[in-house]
């Protein structure tokens, strides 16, 4: 079946500006991760969805960082007054359960803040 | 906080060299322990994982074992080939005390030449 997708893949955005960045988990999974992954570094925790509520939001770097999950399953990252140090390639991940401790990643959206 | 150390890399080998790549952790309660890998410009793949100490891993020649006295996930495989050639990602989640996010070390790059 499908996997986690992620759009748009490639994102280059002027310093300043509004970005969203969208996940589209796999069916049926409840559990949804955001993740940030600079150059050379693991992949760093976001937030993480269960349904539509967000569970824990303790990676969010910032108040210009926000997410939604509105229906329990697309979530969309938003980034406001976007800065250089905020490019990096940010990852999504889902999960079948909370409780169930596989994720699938998506390939990724590469965020490049000129 | 919960963390992970891995071994700096590149690591580069010759095909059908033995593969080791130290990962230690340090964590409040009683993680779940991962390998993920990274294929040239693919996602993130779980690769192997243990939930409990003394549990062994496997997947693709691959193992590692949970070893709560040393706290460390050693990543081996006998016999490399060319295709292993990825960045490979110790982590670890602890629901618990962390909820579902996984924490990653920085990585570990492996080239394996012919």
């Known amino acids: 079946g499908a996997g986690v997708s992620q759009t748009p893949s490639n994102k280059v955005t002027e310093k300043g500006k509004y970005v969203e960045l969208r996940c589209d988990p796999i069916s049926g999974h409840t559990a949804l991760y955001w993740y940030r992954q600079s150059l050379g570094q693991g992949p760093e925790f976001l937030i993480y969805?269960?349904?539509?509520?967000?569970?824990?939001d303790s990676g969010l770097p910032n108040d210009r960082f926000f997410a939604v999950r509105p229906e329990g399953s697309v979530s969309t990252l938003k980034i406001q007054r976007t800065e250089r140090g905020d490019s990096a390639v940010y990852l999504c991940?889902?999960?079948?359960?909370?409780?169930?401790?596989?994720?699938?990643f998506g390939p990724g959206t590469r965020l490049t803040v000129l | 906080g919960d963390s992970v150390t891995q071994m700096e890399g590149p690591v580069t080998l010759s095909e059908e060299a033995f593969l080791t790549i130290n990962c230690t952790y340090t964590a409040t309660g009683y993680p779940s322990l991962f390998w993920y890998v990274q294929y040239p410009g693919e996602g993130l793949q779980l690769l192997l994982k243990?939930?409990?100490?003394?549990d062994k891993g496997s997947n693709k020649g691959f193992e590692a074992t949970y070893r709560k006295e040393t706290t460390s996930f050693h990543l081996e495989k006998g016999s490399v080939q060319v295709s292993d050639s990825a960045v490979y990602f110790c982590?670890?989640?602890?629901?618990?005390?962390?909820?579902?996010?996984?924490?990653f070390g920085q990585g570990t790059e492996l080239s394996v030449k012919p």
């Open positions: 991940a889902s999960s079948p359960t909370q409780a169930y401790n596989e994720q699938f």
């Open positions: 243990a939930t409990k100490a003394d």
């Open positions: 969805f269960q349904g539509t509520g967000a569970a824990d």
């Open positions: 982590a670890l989640s602890d629901w618990d005390n962390q909820g579902g996010k996984l924490i």
